[in-house]
Protein backbone atom coordinates (compact mmCIF):
# COMPACT_ATOMS: atom_id res chain seq x y z
CA UNK A 1 0.00 0.00 0.00
CA UNK A 2 0.76 3.48 -0.99
CA UNK A 3 -0.11 6.82 -0.10
CA UNK A 4 1.57 9.61 -1.65
CA UNK A 5 0.11 12.90 -0.13
CA UNK A 6 1.52 16.38 -2.16
CA UNK A 7 0.18 19.76 -2.50
CA UNK A 8 1.82 21.11 0.30
CA UNK A 9 3.74 24.53 0.55
CA UNK A 10 4.01 28.22 2.01
CA UNK A 11 0.90 29.84 2.04
CA UNK A 12 -0.32 33.58 3.63
CA UNK A 13 -2.66 33.83 6.56
CA UNK A 14 -5.62 34.00 4.77
CA UNK A 15 -4.64 31.88 1.90
CA UNK A 16 -5.65 28.62 0.51
CA UNK A 17 -4.24 25.41 -0.28
CA UNK A 18 -5.10 22.14 -1.94
CA UNK A 19 -3.67 18.94 -0.93
CA UNK A 20 -4.33 15.58 -2.52
CA UNK A 21 -3.39 11.69 -1.43
CA UNK A 22 -2.72 9.38 -4.25
CA UNK A 23 -3.63 5.52 -2.58
CA UNK A 24 -2.29 2.59 -4.51
CA UNK A 25 -2.04 -1.35 -3.74
CA UNK A 26 -5.28 -1.29 -1.66
CA UNK A 27 -9.14 -1.39 -2.59
CA UNK A 28 -10.02 2.24 -1.99
CA UNK A 29 -13.37 2.23 -2.30
CA UNK A 30 -13.10 0.21 0.92
CA UNK A 31 -11.38 1.99 2.87
CA UNK A 32 -12.38 5.28 5.34
CA UNK A 33 -9.37 7.65 4.87
CA UNK A 34 -8.60 10.27 6.65
CA UNK A 35 -5.94 13.67 7.25
CA UNK A 36 -3.93 14.38 10.10
CA UNK A 37 -1.56 17.08 11.33
CA UNK A 38 1.31 17.57 13.40
CA UNK A 39 2.96 20.35 14.34
CA UNK A 40 6.61 21.14 15.76
CA UNK A 41 6.65 19.20 19.58
CA UNK A 42 3.02 18.80 18.88
CA UNK A 43 1.06 15.04 18.57
CA UNK A 44 -0.40 13.96 15.48
CA UNK A 45 -3.86 15.18 15.98
CA UNK A 46 -7.04 14.22 13.38
CA UNK A 47 -8.03 17.20 11.20
CA UNK A 48 -10.57 15.27 8.43
CA UNK A 49 -11.85 12.26 7.77
CA UNK A 50 -13.93 11.08 4.94
CA UNK A 51 -16.13 7.62 5.08
CA UNK A 52 -15.58 5.23 2.11
CA UNK A 53 -18.74 6.71 0.09
CA UNK A 54 -17.79 10.43 1.00
CA UNK A 55 -20.92 10.93 2.61
CA UNK A 56 -20.05 11.24 6.16
CA UNK A 57 -16.76 13.39 7.15
CA UNK A 58 -15.87 15.08 10.54
CA UNK A 59 -13.70 17.30 11.29
CA UNK A 60 -11.59 18.88 13.98
CA UNK A 61 -13.10 21.93 15.53
CA UNK A 62 -10.83 24.39 14.64
CA UNK A 63 -10.60 23.76 10.93
CA UNK A 64 -14.55 23.38 10.32
CA UNK A 65 -15.86 26.03 8.05
CA UNK A 66 -12.17 26.72 6.16
CA UNK A 67 -11.26 23.09 5.22
CA UNK A 68 -13.12 20.18 2.80
CA UNK A 69 -12.21 16.77 3.04
CA UNK A 70 -13.43 14.77 -0.05
CA UNK A 71 -12.39 11.71 -2.10
CA UNK A 72 -12.94 10.39 -5.54
CA UNK A 73 -12.96 6.38 -5.76
CA UNK A 74 -12.75 6.54 -9.45
CA UNK A 75 -9.34 8.01 -8.88
CA UNK A 76 -8.25 6.43 -5.90
CA UNK A 77 -7.68 10.28 -4.61
CA UNK A 78 -8.56 11.98 -1.34
CA UNK A 79 -8.33 15.84 -1.24
CA UNK A 80 -8.34 18.45 1.68
CA UNK A 81 -9.40 21.85 0.58
CA UNK A 82 -7.79 24.14 3.06
CA UNK A 83 -9.34 27.93 3.03
CA UNK A 84 -8.97 31.18 4.96
CA UNK A 85 -5.58 29.32 6.37
CA UNK A 86 -4.05 30.78 9.53
CA UNK A 87 -0.72 30.39 11.08
CA UNK A 88 -1.62 27.31 13.66
CA UNK A 89 -2.53 25.65 10.90
CA UNK A 90 1.55 25.50 9.93
CA UNK A 91 2.36 21.49 10.13
CA UNK A 92 3.32 18.04 8.22
CA UNK A 93 -0.02 17.22 7.03
CA UNK A 94 -0.54 12.92 6.49
CA UNK A 95 -3.22 11.26 4.39
CA UNK A 96 -4.44 7.90 5.97
CA UNK A 97 -6.70 4.73 5.36
CA UNK A 98 -8.22 2.34 7.70
CA UNK A 99 -10.64 -0.63 6.36
CA UNK A 100 -14.70 -0.31 6.50
CA UNK A 101 -15.38 1.83 9.08
CA UNK A 102 -14.41 5.72 9.83
CA UNK A 103 -12.51 6.95 12.96
CA UNK A 104 -11.26 10.02 14.12
CA UNK A 105 -8.69 8.34 16.32
CA UNK A 106 -4.86 8.09 14.46
CA UNK A 107 -3.89 4.95 15.61
CA UNK A 108 -6.94 3.72 14.10
CA UNK A 109 -5.45 4.08 11.04
CA UNK A 110 -2.95 1.26 9.59
CA UNK A 111 -1.35 2.76 6.37
CA UNK A 112 0.36 6.27 6.34
CA UNK A 113 1.63 8.82 3.39
CA UNK A 114 4.62 10.55 4.11
CA UNK A 115 3.75 14.00 4.76
CA UNK A 116 3.42 16.80 3.46
CA UNK A 117 4.19 20.08 5.10
CA UNK A 118 2.06 23.01 4.98
CA UNK A 119 3.49 26.54 6.16
CA UNK A 120 1.40 29.28 7.14
CA UNK A 121 3.14 32.98 7.72
CA UNK A 122 1.37 36.09 9.34
Known amino acids: VQLQASGGGLAQAGGSLRLSCAAS????????MGWFRQAPGKERELVAVVSRTGVRTYYTDSVKGRFTISRDNAKNAVYLQMNSLKPEDTAVYYC????????????????WGQGTLVTVSS
Open 96 to 111: ASRPWSVSTTPKDYNY
Open 25 to 32: GLTFSNNA
